[in-house]
């Protein structure tokens, strides 16, 4: 957790509406990873962004899903209209280069859709 | 398909005892294996790391060990200590075109008893 900021820590949404969460990578790193984590499940990948790019969106829900990191500011994942199955643990982790493997892992947000 | 098994969703140790979580994949490809231990409310750290030219990497209380013939790794910690209770999550690494990915396991949740 050395370093990524991820806020909000916790975010309440009602069906339908829109949910943001930012992530803020460790200084000097570029790449940023989301990951999703459902109860009492693992940690599945959503997307991998560099600065302006999306690298590989393979784990993303093809609907109502999306990730941008723009060349200034935070990394958004963006919900649109939200359901129930969208709560969850959502972690944003970066690294310096790859194809270094490892990754620093922020706080995480917890979504919870009413 | 889950590439990346941790067949035990859970483990109990005495304090002072050795851990042993165990790690098994499919993929052939993969070239570095990572674990990451996760508390509560705060998202994975970084643990200890193998690349798959070497069969061991030891760190103070943490080994881990590569069997490449068997695709099996495992995590050892000797002595365990309360606060090593945690959830422990093995990923593994390949390397895509210019990128990598980590594919993560579901976890183990290791308690050490005091």
């Known amino acids: 957790n050395a370093g990524v900021m991820q806020n909000p820590r916790h975010l309440v949404r009602r069906r339908g509406q829109e949910a943001r969460l930012r992530c803020s990578p460790m200084?000097?790193?570029?790449?940023v990873y989301w990951y999703r984590q459902l109860p009492e499940e693992g940690l599945k990948f959503m997307v991998y962004?560099?600065?302006?790019?999306?690298?590989?969106e393979s784990g993303m829900p093809k609907e109502r899903f999306s990730a941008e990191f723009p060349k200034e500011g935070p990394s958004i994942l963006r919900i649109q209209q939200v359901v129930r199955g969208d709560s969850a643990a959502y972690f944003c982790?970066?690294?310096?280069?790859?194809?270094?493997?490892?990754?620093?892992f922020g706080p995480g947000t917890r979504l919870l859709v009413l | 398909d889950q590439q990346v098994k941790q067949n035990s969703p859970s483990l109990s140790v005495q304090e002072g005892r050795i851990s042993i979580l165990n790690c098994d994949y499919t993929?052939?490809?993969?070239?570095?294996f990572l674990w990451y231990k996760k508390y509560p409310a705060e998202g994975p750290t970084f643990l200890i790391s193998i690349s798959s030219i070497k069969d061991k990497n030891e760190d103070g209380r943490f080994t881990v060990f590569l069997n490449k013939s068997a695709k099996h790794l495992s995590l050892h910690i000797v002595p365990s200590q309360p606060g090593d209770s945690a959830v422990y999550f093995c990923?593994?690494?390949?390397?895509?075109?210019?990128?990598?990915?980590?594919?993560w396991g579901l976890g183990t949740s290791l308690a050490v008893n005091p």
């Open positions: 200084k000097g790193h570029s790449h």
């Open positions: 962004l560099q600065k302006e790019n999306i690298i590989d």
């Open positions: 982790a970066s690294s310096p280069l790859p194809p270094k493997e490892t990754q620093y």
């Open positions: 993929n052939s490809m993969f070239d570095y």
């Open positions: 990923a593994a690494s390949a390397k895509a075109g210019n990128n990598r990915k980590l594919i």
